[in-house]
Each structure stands twice: as C-alpha cells, then as structure tokens.
C-alpha cells in the first residue's frame, strides 16, 4: 500500500509543497487560487484564511492582505479595495 500524500504509484515520497495528492496514486495537483497545501503530504487544499489571498497556484502560503485593502472572507482571490471612509492598515 502507498501511504496517505504519495505522489506516485509507488508511494515513494511525500506529496510536494505547494501540491495536494488526494489518493497515494496521484501525481501531485498544484493547488488552485483562493487555496495553499502547506508543507508536503498534503491530500487536499485548504481555503486561504480571513486576512488573505491568494491568486497563483502551488501556493504553500498564502498572501496577507495588502494595506489599503481587507479580506473579510476565506478563500479570497484578490483583496477588496477598503471601503471610502474606513483605514484599512492590518489583516481583515
């Protein structure tokens, strides 16, 4: 048996930063946007958290939000502009 993460037939090594293997067979899926597979062996993607975004794929991370902008939800692609009125100057 292939361990949980592989990304060969052969189970041989971790599935690599920035890529998840859902089955020990796969050949490692680079993460979509709005997602991040830190570190290796992962079998799924995760949603970027409040805070930050993230518009490339084969991310291990994703990016905090920029000043000027906020970020009110998870898996966000780009950060929205700050509202006129509002500072926007920390992760939101």
């Known amino acids: 048996l292939c361990p949980e993460g592989s990304y060969n037939a052969q189970g041989i090594g971790p599935c690599p930063n920035g890529h998840y293997c859902p089955t020990p067979s796969s050949a490692g899926i680079p993460c979509p946007p709005r997602m991040y597979c830190p570190g290796i062996g992962n ?3 995760t949603l970027c958290p409040k805070g930050t975004y993230n518009p490339n794929i084969a991310q291990r991370e994703c990016q905090p939000c920029d000043v000027g902008h906020h970020c009110p939800h998870r898996g966000m692609l780009v950060p929205m ?4 009125g509002f500072i926007c100057n920390k992760k939101s």
């Open 43 to 45: 079998i799924e993607p």
């Open 81 to 84: 502009k700050c509202p006129n």
